[in-house]
């Protein structure tokens, strides 16, 4: 990212002297590329961020170990006094500078939070499941993360609000009850991720949906308008990105990523249909949807989008796989199964190899880049 920085500095240097644009603007971009040129996370952020995550096991590890033994207002003394030393610490590192390891603190003490919760609710008893405390837990994450618009804290707030999702819903499986709330929880979360400008927030707010979708299908007696719906919605806003790029980037912020987590979702509901028509001669018609879904992924958005092919390579041999395991009963023999395997490996090969070519300018240009 660095390298990447330091050429376009050096061609805007360029383009102001050729007047290709004016001084102001050049400086203006300069300015524009200095303050994005770090939003990926390094390999230091990464492994600031598990050494915090570490540091938070060991010390609340310890306090459960030595929990009978410590008085009760030294527990909670000690309890409060990580979750401000992590906030309070994370601070100080930020304005020095150190935005991983004040990011870092901060998770730390987020993660102090939660087991303030659950440690206390046991040390007097309160009623309340474990559900609501993990509710309790992203909400109070959230406003930590709006408070110090942190990127970090807005991930952690999505991840707990997946959690309660998954925790509510697997009381009872088979039961209508469906924490339809959390579509809200994640709308507001999402609105929070443009605030912290966290882009992974919002890359895993959708994946999410498609868990939401699928724990609806099965809250719902395995009703397969759950997984059209989902299939349908997907297949639209794949559409929406890449005819009305500007528009789908204005809206959602998701950049690149946006064609993909669609491909994802449409896959995801496809993949129901597949699962639920198993032995029923819908099945056919679900597989040619789910081939003619990758293929018009590949041809409208595959071409600038690396990402977005590999995965549809990777959707494409799993749907081949899939359906010769389903329809092998009905093969007159093995040596059946390994002729049409052949024969569909070979045409799989063929089509990849024609598809490439039809990328390989876009790669020429990814390897400028």
Not at 15 to 44: F, K, M, P, T, Y
Not at 122 to 127: E, W
Not at 163 to 178: G, I, K, N, P
Not at 255 to 267: D, R
Request: aromatic share 10%; charged share 15%; glycine share 8%.
């Amino acid at each position: 990212m660095v390298a990447y920085a330091t050429r376009v500095k050096r061609d805007i240097a360029r383009w102001v002297e050729a007047d290709l644009i004016d001084a102001d603007a050049g400086r203006r971009i300069s300015a524009d590329v200095d303050a994005n040129a770090g939003s990926r996370l390094s390999g230091g952020a990464v492994l600031a961020m598990m050494a915090a995550a570490l540091f938070a096991a060991a010390i609340l590890i310890f306090i459960a170990a030595n929990w009978e033994a410590i008085p009760r207002l030294a527990r909670a003394a000690m309890l409060f006094a990580l979750i401000l030393a992590g906030y309070g610490g994370g601070a100080l590192f930020k304005l020095r500078g150190m935005e991983a390891f004040g990011e870092a603190a901060w998770v730390v003490a987020a993660a102090a939070f939660g087991a303030s919760i659950a440690l206390i609710g046991q040390m007097y008893h309160l009623s309340g499941d474990e559900a609501q405390a993990v509710l309790v837990w992203c909400i109070a994450t959230a406003l930590a993360a709006a408070a110090l618009r942190s990127g970090a804290l807005t991930v952690g707030a999505v991840l707990l609000g997946a959690a309660w999702l998954l925790m509510t819903a697997s009381r009872d499986w088979w039961s209508v009850e469906m924490p339809m709330s959390y579509l809200l929880l994640a709308l507001a979360l999402y609105l929070l991720s443009f605030w912290t400008q966290s882009r992974p927030s919002r890359i895993l707010l959708m994946l999410s949906l498609c868990l939401f979708g699928f724990v609806l299908y099965v809250k719902t007696d395995e009703a397969m308008e759950v997984a059209v719906v989902l299939a349908g919605l997907s297949a639209g806003l794949f559409a929406a990105a890449c005819l009305f790029p500007r528009d789908a980037e204005k809206v959602l912020r998701l950049g690149s990523a946006l064609p993909v987590l669609a491909l994802l979702g449409f896959l995801t509901g496809v993949g129901i249909v597949q699962l639920d028509l198993t032995d029923e001669p819908g099945f056919v018609v679900a597989s040619i949807a789910a081939f003619a879904g990758i293929v018009a992924a590949l041809l409208i958005g595959g071409r600038e989008n690396r990402p977005l092919r590999q995965i549809a390579y990777a959707a494409f041999v799993f749907q081949l796989g899939f359906i010769y395991v389903v329809m092998m009963g009905s093969m007159l023999d093995t040596a059946g199964f390994f002729v049409v395997g052949g024969i569909s490996l070979s045409l799989l090969a063929w089509l990849i190899t024609r598809l490439e070519r039809r990328f390989v300018p876009a790669q020429d240009g990814e390897a400028a880049q």
